[in-house]
Every structure is written in structure tokens, then in C-alpha cells.
């Protein structure tokens, strides 16, 4: 595609219920990012995919976030229980690393809002 | 631990006036600087960059260099259009062993231009 797409652009949830957010990354990027934005913050890092691979998942504020990405492409960040204080905008990133240099694409974010 | 302080905001300016957005920066190693834009309703965007230091990197009339001794990353442009009504974000990657290139961002600075 042209660009990275997240699904869906909004969601909101009861609190305690558990939601799945999607990200498709540009075709051929190996590097997947995920940040969280709190409202009127910059993005936070979550996680980091390389291919398939989880490399670096300190970002998770807790243990009710999961993420995923199992043949290399499409990702997947699951909150189970969700709590009002997950209520933000979650922002994937997607980039083919080359000399370390490469540039990370951004999709328009999923608009999380826990009652 | 690596950090972006920039201006906090908001910033209102008239067209053609001159902008400049603060940034500073904390960090180990010889970082990645960046200024990324997010326009209303759009995903974050790359605005430039700089690698090393003495760099500057420039685009649609924006431009910042790359201040080591100050651990600076100011953003200029010499006219602001309405069009360029968003909020800015700076941003660095580390370069260090073990880096796998996640962003961490300031807060942002949102910057309206009114004609």
C-alpha cells in the first residue's frame, strides 16, 4: 500500500474490556514500531518488531498489553482489561532499515477512549 | 536516560512572520535529530533531519542544524504560511550500540497561523 493504515481509527471501550488494534505496515518494511500518545504529549515507544521477532517490548506500560506480529507483516496490540488511563491515540510505525539511517512512516493512529 | 525538551506552546503567528521552535536535547552517543509535523486530522510526518553534527537538514522552507555544543535542534523557517498551521515535534533516535531506533519525542509545540 501507500502507506502505513491502522484499524480501527476509533474505538471506544467499557472499561475492563479487552480490544485489538491493527497495523499494516508498508510492504517490505522489516522494523515495526508501536508508540502511545497521551493527549497533548508526544508519542511514547511501546514496542519494537524486527520481522517477526519481538526485540524490545519495555515500553508496555503493563502487563495487559500484547503484541504481536506472527509472519512479519501485519501487527497486532491487544489490551486486555482496559483501564481509563489507557485511553490515548496508539501510533504504529513501520521502516526498511538500511544503514541504521532509515526513516520511520507513521499511520494515522487509533483513537482509544475507555469509559 | 535519553530525553527531548522543546517550547511548549501554543505558538500563534501571523503570515510571514518568522518562527523559531526550541529544542533540546539529552543523550549518550552521537544521536539522530528530528522534527516530525502532524497537520489536523493526519498522521506524523517526517520534516527533516540531521545525522551528525554541524548538519542541517531543510524542507518546504523549514530548516535546523544540528548543534552538538549546545545539544541544540532548533526549527526556523523565515515566513510561515496558515498552511503550516500543526504541531511539531522534535525528536531523537540513539546511535549507540544496542539501538534498535525507536524515537523519543518532545512534547510538542502547536503552532497556529492566522492570515
Known amino acids: 500500500g501507500a502507506g502505513v493504515s491502522q484499524s480501527p481509527r476509533y474505538k471506544v471501550a467499557k472499561r475492563g474490556q479487552d480490544v485489538a488494534l491493527r497495523c499494516d505496515p508498508i510492504s517490505g518494511h522489516v522494523s515495526l514500531f508501536w508508540y502511545q500518545q497521551a493527549l497533548g504529549q508526544g508519542p511514547e515507544f511501546l514496542t519494537y518488531f524486527q520481522n517477526e521477532a519481538q526485540l524490545d517490548k519495555s515500553g508496555l506500560p503493563s502487563d495487559r498489553f500484547f503484541a504481536e506480529r506472527p509472519e512479519g507483516s501485519v501487527s497486532t496490540l491487544k489490551i486486555q482489561r482496559t483501564q481509563q488511563e489507557d485511553s490515548a491515540v496508539y501510533l504504529c510505525?513501520?521502516?526498511?532499515?538500511?544503514?541504521?539511517?532509515?526513516?520511520?512512516?507513521f499511520g494515522p493512529g487509533t483513537r482509544l477512549l475507555v469509559l | 536516560g535519553d530525553s527531548v525538551t522543546q517550547m511548549e506552546g501554543p505558538v500563534t503567528l501571523s503570515e510571514e512572520a518568522f518562527l523559531t521552535i526550541n529544542c533540546t536535547y539529552t543523550?549518550?552517543?552521537?544521536?539522530?535529530l528530528f522534527w516530525y509535523v502532524q497537520y489536523p486530522g493526519e498522521g506524523l510526518q517526517l520534516l527533516l533531519k540531521?545525522?551528525?553534527?554541524?548538519d542541517k537538514g531543510s524542507n518546504k522552507g523549514f530548516e535546523a542544524t544540528y548543534r552538538k555544543e549546545t545539544t541544540s535542534f532548533h526549527l526556523e523557517k523565515g515566513s510561515v504560511q496558515v498552511s503550516d498551521s500543526a504541531v511539531y515535534f522534535c525528536?531523537?533516535?540513539?546511535?549507540?550500540?544496542?539501538?534498535?531506533?525507536?524515537?523519543?519525542f518532545g512534547k510538542g509545540t502547536k503552532l497556529s497561523v492566522k492570515p
Open positions: 525528536a531523537l533516535r540513539g546511535n549507540y550500540g544496542g539501538s534498535q531506533g525507536n524515537l523519543i
Open positions: 540531521a545525522t551528525k553534527a554541524d
Open positions: 543523550a549518550t552517543g552521537y544521536p539522530s
Open positions: 510505525a513501520s521502516s526498511y532499515p538500511t544503514s541504521g539511517q532509515e526513516t520511520q512512516y
